[in-house]
């Protein structure tokens, strides 16, 4: 598989997955607003290692952990070297996505100080948003508007994000994590002034998130968080000949 075919389902979390194929074959009516918020919650121990399964056991280990309540996502475990783990939930997905409420939907992310201070405070408001019962075109445009007032932040420099969980659930299309990558947030550029989509030898992803105004850049790695190695989802993915590209 090609790396433009790859890109229709490898932007993540907390960017990280589009619209998939399954899900655009059902043609019922997608819901509008979270049904119930016990369909998102998680045994608090399952989710503390599901979060910590984001990131090298070096950072996780020492990481503050969040995990999702019933009114939004409070602190499990106290970190004490600047990174924050999560499990992101669907309604980080575009608003058109038809998983913005999909309940299976989990996203390991453990993110650096700069990150967690300037993307975290957009995710916590889109989850009290949800958690409030506004529908995905009102969270969205609420985003839209703290960002244009300057009361939701644009991404720091050092914004950074491991998601090298095994443990993930992005969409129904890939039915898992996709690939361990690190994900940089940036300021907003074209994603072809940074080579994405120039190549299939250009070893990373890119994507504007025009809503956030931010520009993300995957790149894929060789080992899950486990030590595990990832050259048979690469190959799933790239295929044999492309395997070889992945990031050390």
Not at 107 to 132: D, H, N, V, W
Request: glycine share 8%; charged share 20%.
């Amino acid at each position: 598989m090609k790396r433009n075919t790859v890109k229709m389902i490898a932007l993540a979390l907390f960017a990280l997955a589009l619209g998939t194929a399954l899900q655009a074959q059902d043609k019922s009516a997608p819901p509008t607003t979270m049904v119930s918020i016990d369909q998102y919650l998680m045994d608090r121990d399952a989710e503390i290692a599901m979060a910590r399964s984001a990131a090298p056991p070096s950072v996780a280990k020492d990481a503050t952990v969040m995990v999702l309540g019933r009114h939004g996502y409070e602190t499990a475990v106290e970190g004490k070297n600047g990174f924050v783990c999560a499990v992101g939930r669907s309604w980080d997905l575009p608003k058109n996505n038809r998983a913005f409420w999909d309940p299976k939907i989990h996203g390991p992310i453990c993110l650096s100080a700069p990150g967690a201070r300037s993307f975290l405070p957009i995710y916590f408001k889109k989850t009290e948003l949800a958690i409030a019962g506004r529908s995905n075109t009102q969270i969205e445009d609420a985003i839209i508007d703290g960002i244009a007032k300057g009361e939701l932040p644009t991404p720091e420099p050092g914004s950074v994000s491991y998601m090298l969980s095994k443990q993930g659930y992005l969409n129904a299309g890939i039915k898992g994590p996709w690939l361990p990558h690190v994900m940089f947030f940036v300021p907003e550029i074209d994603p072809k002034a940074l080579g994405s989509d120039l190549g299939d030898d250009v070893p990373l992803d890119a994507h504007e998130e025009k809503i956030g105004r931010y520009t993300t850049i995957d790149v894929p790695v060789s080992m899950w968080s486990d030590g595990t190695s990832a050259s048979e989802e690469f190959k799933k993915y790239f295929g044999p000949a492309d395997s070889g590209k992945m990031a050390h």
